[in-house]
């Protein structure tokens, strides 16, 4: 068990993309940033300099920092956001996670810009269950905007209207063919005939799913958000913001260069004006051969194909070996119904400047997730009173038929700091229901501390008595984000055996910011083994 040390700069650094040049917040002057990469059970103290021009926070996506919410980053829901000219070090445990996860900042939209890989390797003396992989290659999804994120984010929050479109899709922080000024600089694969890679697939894109294929070749798919899977061969994934993918190319089609892309998949109606477009990079074999004057291009669904998306994701499964067992709760002591919704937020006297003078909004059982100005990590190890009510419903207030394919503008929420609480050992069902007001589209639900098996999943309503009956409670996939159907349901099982203050969150961050969100609170067990670590002692000051 090895502990590692990372230094983090956080500071504007100059990018340029489609003959753009701009100031963008990054780690270390890299887009993406620095990879971190341990064995399974190692630590690592990352220390974090912030030398930019506003607060953020940095959060270990799929890490599930065992009794230890103080380093897991959520701003203003376990940390308030480390200062311009501050510096806070991170403690990252990794405890049963294997495979890929990720960090990205958890503050506004700057996860744009600051995110990274975390690879995990397998313990000391242990190995992959596949054959061993002759090297090992990232591939992270990001998206450019053109702009800066700050103020895209700022001006979407005043006017209440829907954030700027990115400007182009990214693979390792370049757009690729047929993208504008891209040519030059599409991220090349250097691949050599008949040897096995595995890929780690990070989705880091902001506001969209993504489907992913390379031509020519299949892919196998091993892991999913740092857990083993049954291996699934198929010519393209489909992966939600959050989520990440272990995947084996064997390089055994004749040498040349072959297109890898990824295309944005969304199943929405009206309001989906987001980017369209594709990303590219080359895969290139080694070796002496014509160039081909156009490489062949993987064929991706179609950007409205939720079959596809539905038939790529409902063939995962836990690989739920003697190795790498799974523990899927059978019955259950606490359970959520939570509806998912893009709506709009009431405001007085049309000031908002939403459409219909309001504003758009979204929530979870109809509140709007409004963040403390004190963490609510904090308040809850202090008892500080105000700061967050523990009073999250269990069910939506009221009922409406939530599939209906048209919007219902009357429906307006309001907002809370609302928060969940949960035994310590509890076996909890969550089941998310997407209504489809406003609209919407696919959104991947992601929760903080944990992993959490995806047991069932289906379109329109969920029933209480029918939709159980259709789970699968031997080999559901172990994940740490969901994609929920807009008007579907999702139900997801876990045992609440980390005690902490957990975010539960839409990684769509436009939706995220108009708060689709809440929090978890799992309650101390009976021990110190069982209860949240003291509280590190430079945890940055709120002001
Ligand atoms: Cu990857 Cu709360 O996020
Ligand atoms: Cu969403």
Not at 46 to 61: L, P, S
Not at 150 to 166: F, L, Y
Not at 377 to 400: C, E, H, I, M, N
């Amino acid at each position: 068990r090895k502990v590692h040390r990372y230094n983090f700069i956080l500071r504007e650094t100059s990018f340029t993309r489609l003959c753009t040049t701009k100031k963008m917040l990054t780690v270390n002057g890299k887009w993406p940033g620095p990879k971190i990469q341990v064995c399974k059970g190692d630590t690592a103290f990352v220390h974090v300099h912030n030398a930019g021009k506003y607060g953020v926070t940095i959060h270990w996506h799929g890490v599930k920092q065992p009794r230890n919410p103080w380093s897991d980053g959520p701003e203003n829901v376990t940390q308030c956001p480390i200062q311009p000219g501050k510096s806070f070090t991170y403690e990252v445990t990794f405890s049963d996670e294997e495979g890929t996860v990720w960090w990205h900042a958890h503050s506004d939209w700057s996860r744009a810009t600051v995110h990274g890989a975390i690879v995990v390797l397998p313990a000391n003396g242990t190995t992959y269950p596949f054959r061993k992989p002759d090297a090992e290659q990232l591939l992270i999804l990001g998206e450019w905007y053109n702009g800066d994120l700050k103020e895209i984010i700022d001006n979407a929050t005043e006017t209440g209207a829907a954030p700027a479109e990115s400007n182009a899709y990214t693979i390792n922080g370049q757009p690729g063919f047929p993208n504008k000024c891209s040519k030059e600089t599409t991220y090349r694969l250097h691949v050599q005939y008949g040897k096995t890679y595995l890929l780690r697939l990070i989705n880091a894109v902001m506001n969209e799913e993504m489907f992913f294929g390379i031509a020519n070749h299949k892919l196998t798919v091993v892991a999913q958000d740092g857990a083993y899977i049954k291996p699934i061969t198929t010519n393209y994934i489909m992966t939600s913001p959050g989520q990440t993918f272990d995947i084996l190319l064997t390089a055994n089609q004749p040498p040349s260069y072959y297109y890898i892309a990824a295309s944005p998949f969304f199943d929405a109606g009206s309001i989906a004006t987001y980017d369209s477009s594709n990303t590219s990079a080359i895969l290139e074999y080694t070796g002496i051969f014509a160039p081909p004057a156009s490489p062949p291009y993987p064929s991706l669904p179609n950007i409205t194909d939720r079959a596809a998306a539905d038939s790529f994701t409902n063939r995962l499964r836990a690989l739920a070996s003697p190795a790498h067992q799974i523990n899927v709760p059978k019955k259950i002591n606490k359970r959520l119904f939570v509806t998912v919704s893009l709506n709009q937020i009431l405001c007085p006297g049309a000031t908002c400047g939403g459409p219909n003078g309001n504003r758009l909004s979204s929530s979870l059982n109809n509140i709007s997730f409004a963040t403390s100005t004190i963490d609510i990590l904090q308040a809850y190890y202090r008892s500080l009173p105000g700061v967050f009510t523990k009073d999250f419903p269990d069910r939506p207030p009221y009922v409406f038929n939530y599939t209906g394919d048209v919007g219902d503008n009357t429906l307006f929420t309001h907002q809370g700091t609302n928060v969940t609480m949960i035994n310590y050992g509890a076996a909890v069902e969550i089941v998310f229901q997407g209504t489809n007001v406003e609209d919407g589209e696919f959104h991947p639900m992601h929760l903080h501390g944990y992993s959490f098996y995806s047991v069932g999943t289906g379109y329109g309503n969920y029933d209480e008595i029918t939709s159980p009956k259709t789970y699968n409670l031997k080999d559901p996939p172990e994940v740490n984000t969901v994609a929920l159907p807009r008007n579907g349901w999702v139900a997801i099982r876990f045992i609440a055996n980390n005690p902490g203050v957990w975010f539960l969150h839409c990684h769509l961050e436009r939706h995220a910011s108009w708060g689709m969100g809440t929090v978890l609170i799992v309650k101390n067990g009976p021990t110190k083994e069982t209860s949240i670590r003291p509280p590190p002692p430079n945890m940055p000051r709120c002001s």
